[in-house]
Structures are given as structure tokens and as C-alpha cells.
């Protein structure tokens, strides 16, 4: 018979503010990274309609020019995303700024292809600027440009 392992409370010898706070999920400050990226279709209520959307998912892997040095620098593992509804036009639009670059490096024009199959798990770099939401200044949407394909 085994004996019962017992905690090992030396783990927990050290204060709360020793540990590393975890990556969150917020928009990066403005500057140029090195993302991972990856693109999922959804189906979203929007005005109480279901609505077909891709979903752009992109996580900090570096900021490698930052444009405000006041800033807290954003966190490697930071989490934020772009969501794109397919029937409107300006959003498809705007879709087609974002995934132009990355379709025209794996020469795909196909765009069920391109966000099903070719943007998964990308490493690219970008410049990332945000702007804050008219009614709640501290909720920030993204704005992703100069995509490469790293």
C-alpha cells in the first residue's frame, strides 16, 4: 500500500504579491507586435438576430516598438480579438483589410479556405492602434494594419 502524499505547504512560503499576474484579455497599447494569430467562424446575436461572424483571435507574443513609453507595456500572452459580421458590408470590408496581406502571402483567394484552414496559429507582426468606445472611455476596440506574415 502507498502512503498519501502530503501538501507541501513550502509552495505557499512566500507573499501574494510574488506571484506574476496572468496575461488578461484587453486590447495591447498602440505600437507594432509579434502576434499569434488565428481566425474562427461564429454564429453572434447581434440585435437579436443571429448573425455570421469570423472571429480574428490574436495573442502577444512581443511588443517590439511600443508608441507611448508612459504606458504599462502590454503583457506577452495578452489575449484580445476582432469580431467581423459577414453581412455587413463596411465589417466584411474591413475583414478583407486584415486578411488581404495574409491572402496574398499563401496566394489564397478562396475565403472560406482563408479563415477555415490558412489563418490558424499564424506568427506575424502588426501594428495594433486602439480606440476607445464612444460612451465607456476605458473599453478599447482594436485596429490591426500592416500585417506580415513572420
Known amino acids: 500500500m502507498t502512503e498519501a502524499r502530503v501538501f507541501n505547504l513550502?509552495?505557499?512560503d512566500k507573499s501574494i504579491d510574488d506571484i506574476e499576474d496572468l496575461p488578461g484579455f484587453e486590447v495591447?497599447?498602440?505600437g507594432v507586435y509579434s502576434l499569434k494569430f488565428s481566425t474562427a467562424l461564429k454564429v453572434v446575436?447581434?440585435?437579436?438576430k443571429d448573425a455570421d461572424c469570423v472571429e480574428a483571435?490574436?495573442?502577444v507574443i512581443e511588443c517590439l516598438e511600443q508608441n507611448d513609453a508612459e504606458a504599462t507595456p502590454t503583457q506577452a500572452g495578452t489575449r484580445f480579438s476582432m469580431l467581423f459580421n459577414v453581412e455587413n458590408d463596411i465589417a466584411a470590408g474591413k475583414m478583407k483589410e486584415l486578411l488581404a496581406p495574409i491572402a496574398a502571402h499563401f496566394q489564397e483567394s478562396d475565403l472560406a479556405?482563408?479563415?477555415t484552414e490558412t489563418c490558424k496559429d499564424l506568427i506575424i507582426t502588426a501594428t495594433i492602434k486602439r480606440r476607445a468606445d464612444k460612451e465607456d472611455p476605458d473599453k478599447f476596440y482594436p485596429s490591426v494594419s500592416n500585417v506580415l506574415i513572420a
Do not use: D, I, S
Open 10 to 12: 513550502g509552495l505557499l
Open 28 to 30: 495591447p497599447v498602440n
Open 45 to 48: 446575436k447581434m440585435k437579436g
Open 57 to 59: 483571435n490574436f495573442e
Open 113 to 115: 479556405k482563408l479563415v
